[in-house]
C-alpha cells in the first residue's frame, strides 16, 4: 500500500510518500509545497495545484493528514484550517481514503513519546526510513504522519471510494 503523508501549512505544506508491505515501511519521497501568491485565494490554489501533481506522479492508495490544533492566534487558526481542507479536498476528489491523526498520536507512534519535539521526529523518521532524507522539519512531520497511518489506518480511514460508488 502507498501512503500519502500531509503536514497541513498555508506557507509550507510538507508531504511524503511511503510504501508499506505488511509491517515493512520504506520511503518512496517527500518534499514542501510552498504556496505562492500575496491573495489567500491565489495562495490556496498554489497548494492544489502542487499537491494534484504529488498525487498524480506517485499515486497513493490512501492519504493521512494531521489534525488541526487550536492556538491562542484565532486568524492563524483559520488560515491554517483552509490550507488543511485544501489538503484534504485533494485525495477526496480523487476518492483516496484519508486517516486523520492527533499531533500527539503521530509522535507517540513514531517517537514513542506525545510530546516530542521535532529533531526526535525526524531522527526517528530517518531510523524507520532507511536512506529517506526529508526536504525539511514539515516534510519529516508529513513521513511521520504516513507512519502513523501506516500503522492505525485502517481503523480511522473514510472510505470515499464508497461514497463516491
Not at 149 to 164: M, T
Amino acid at each position: 500500500m502507498r501512503i500519502l503523508g500531509i503536514d497541513p501549512g498555508l506557507r509550507n505544506l510538507g508531504w511524503g510518500v511511503i510504501e508499506a508491505r505488511g509491517s515493512r515501511l520504506s520511503h518512496v519521497a517527500n518534499g514542501v509545497c510552498k504556496s505562492s501568491g500575496d491573495d489567500l485565494a491565489v495562495r490556496l490554489l498554489s497548494l492544489h495545484s502542487q499537491l494534484s501533481d504529488i498525487l498524480e506522479h506517485f499515486a497513493p492508495d490512501e492519504a493521512a493528514i494531521e489534525q488541526t490544533f487550536v492556538n491562542k492566534d484565532g486568524a492563524g487558526t483559520l488560515k491554517l484550517g483552509q490550507a488543511r481542507g485544501v489538503a484534504m479536498l485533494v485525495p477526496a476528489q480523487a476518492g483516496i481514503p484519508i486517516g486523520e491523526y492527533a499531533p500527539n498520536r503521530v509522535k507517540k507512534t513514531v517517537v514513542g513519546v506525545g510530546h516530542a519535539d521535532k529533531g526526535q521526529v525526524l531522527h526517528m523518521v530517518k531510523l524507520q526510513l532507511p536512506g529517506c532524507s526529508p526536504a525539511g522539519a514539515d516534510a519529516a512531520d508529513a513521513l511521520a504522519i504516513a507512519i502513523c497511518h501506516a500503522h492505525y489506518g485502517g481503523s480511522v480511514s473514510v472510505q470515499l471510494r464508497e461514497v463516491r460508488a
